[in-house]
């Protein structure tokens, strides 16, 4: 069975500064790979996805993440973070079965 | 012009009291999910219907039945309820991929369910 740990509970950072969320994934195939942003009492919205091709992808608000199978990693960053950046942060692995499964979230808070 | 609604947002109740969780996707998706996210924050898939039939059933107490009327609607209901159900319940929905059967899940706001 699949599996993520996000190893960062909560990070700080300041306002303009850049950020990394760590992400490592346990899948025995090829994973299909998300993070997710989830804002104080909203529900969850996908910032980019990795299936194949690129390992470097793009997704909304300025994130990145860089697909490293050597590592079973999926690092998530954005080079300056806004304050509006500050929210949970999940990564989640899919497999051929239909499930996605999540890590237990990184709690990003910006400072000023 | 929601995508993936729930209904209610907020649900306190008495422990054995029977409730239900509506959710609708107007994305035209095939895939439909049910996800527990508990005190902590971390989020379980608890149920999963495609074109209406049952696809994931993960270890869930049988006091939870899902049911789906038609490929839009997943509805979740909860017999019985318990101080343990205390939690938010996501609804996702998702396209099937072509070539493939996973794709990226679009989910509601959640609703937050407290048992007293």
């Known amino acids: 069975a699949q599996s993520v740990t996000q190893p960062d509970i909560h990070i700080t950072v300041s306002e303009g500064a850049s950020l990394e969320l760590r992400c490592n994934y346990s899948y025995g195939a090829t994973p299909y790979l998300f993070w997710y942003v989830q804002s104080p009492g909203q529900g969850l919205q996908l910032l980019l996805k990795?299936?194949?091709?690129?390992?470097l992808v793009q997704g909304i608000k300025g994130f990145e993440a860089e697909f490293k199978r050597s590592q079973s990693s999926f690092n998530l960053r954005k080079p300056s973070v806004h304050w509006s950046d500050a929210a949970e942060y999940f990564c989640?692995?899919?497999?051929?079965?239909?499930?996605?499964?999540f890590g237990a979230g990184t709690t990003v808070t910006v400072r000023a | 012009d929601t995508a993936v609604s729930q209904t209610p947002k907020y649900l306190v109740t008495q422990m054995g009291n029977d409730k239900s969780i509506k959710c609708e996707q107007n994305?035209?998706?095939?895939?439909m999910y049910w996800y527990k996210q508990d005190s902590k924050k971390f989020l379980k898939i608890m149920f999963s219907y495609n074109n209406k039939e049952l696809i994931i059933n993960e270890t869930v107490p049988n006091r939870f039945s899902p049911k789906s009327p038609d490929k839009a609607h997943l509805n979740l209901h909860i017999n019985s309820l318990e101080l343990g159900d205390s939690a938010v319940y996501f609804c996702a929905s998702s396209p099937l991929l072509a070539g493939g059967p996973m794709n990226e899940q679009f989910f509601g706001p959640g609703t937050r369910l407290t048992v007293l």
């Open positions: 994305l035209g998706h095939d895939t």
């Open positions: 989640a692995v899919g497999s051929n079965d239909y499930k996605l499964s």
């Open positions: 990795y299936f194949s091709g690129d390992t």
